[in-house]
């Protein structure tokens, strides 16, 4: 396999807004009444920022063909899946990505839950902010290198969207990266420890992909209130 590579500059602006959406909330709504979630959710912020370690590990990897909804690389283990087949069959190479914000917010979610669920609840919005920001941070960097070369970039697709089972493509992405660099692994039931992590790939080409966003294949794209949230 090519060599991965491991980064860690990362400066997350996570703000109150995007700690209540991490925990499924509407902002308005709840700064509308009930200020003292509000609170919780600047507090969280706080302490937040002192308690992640931004970390992402990824490889670049040449695709050999696609066939049979099987994505064939040249030197590692195949991706399988429907929406594999759908959105990666222009691609000449992907991105293989984990990121995390490491062990320590998770470690302060559980210790704070039995005296302190709410504001527990609030720090954990925190980490899914965090982690998902740089998700979207790593994301960003890549499509602007890409287009400095003249290749367009997918949609980010992670294990667990409509037709890339959680069970199917998360093992797949592990097999292909060793995730272990940054701290992360796997369990018995595919999840990723530390909690506060995302794997996805991202697909390169020469010419476009087909338009879409990640919420157009989520498994919750009809019920979420929140898809197409910039």
């Not at 902002?27 to 200020?35: N, V």
């Not at 995390?100 to 504001?119: E, F, K, N, Q, S």
């Not at 089972?165 to 992360?184: C, Y």
Request: net charge negative.
């Amino acid at each position: 396999m090519t060599d991965q590579i491991v980064i860690r500059d990362f400066q997350l602006d996570i703000d109150a807004d995007m700690v209540l959406r991490g925990q499924g909330a509407d902002p308005a709504i709840i700064r509308a009444r009930k200020p003292r979630l509000v609170a919780m959710a600047e507090r969280a912020v706080q302490e937040g920022a002192n308690l992640i370690e931004p970390a992402v590990v990824y490889r670049f990897a040449p695709i050999e063909m696609m066939k049979h909804e099987r994505l064939i690389l040249a030197d590692g283990v195949p991706l399988t899946g429907s929406l594999i087949a759908q959105q990666l069959a222009p691609a000449r190479y992907l991105a293989l990505i984990v990121c995390t914000v490491g062990a320590a917010i998770g470690d302060r979610i559980a210790a704070l839950m039995p005296r302190d669920p709410a504001y527990a609840l609030a720090l954990d919005g925190y980490g899914s902010a965090a982690a998902e920001a740089l998700g979207t941070e790593v994301c960003a960097r890549m499509e602007q290198d890409a287009a400095r070369s003249g290749h367009c970039t997918s949609v980010p697709i992670n294990p667990g969207m409509v037709g890339w089972p959680v069970e199917v493509g998360q093992p797949q992405i592990f097999s292909n990266l060793d995730a272990a660099e940054i701290g992360v692994t796997l369990n018995d039931s595919a999840l990723m420890i530390p909690r506060k992590s995302i794997s996805l790939v991202l697909g390169f080409a020469p010419t476009p992909f087909a338009a879409g966003i990640p919420c157009d294949f989520c498994a919750l794209r009809n019920s979420c209130r929140y898809q197409h949230h910039a």
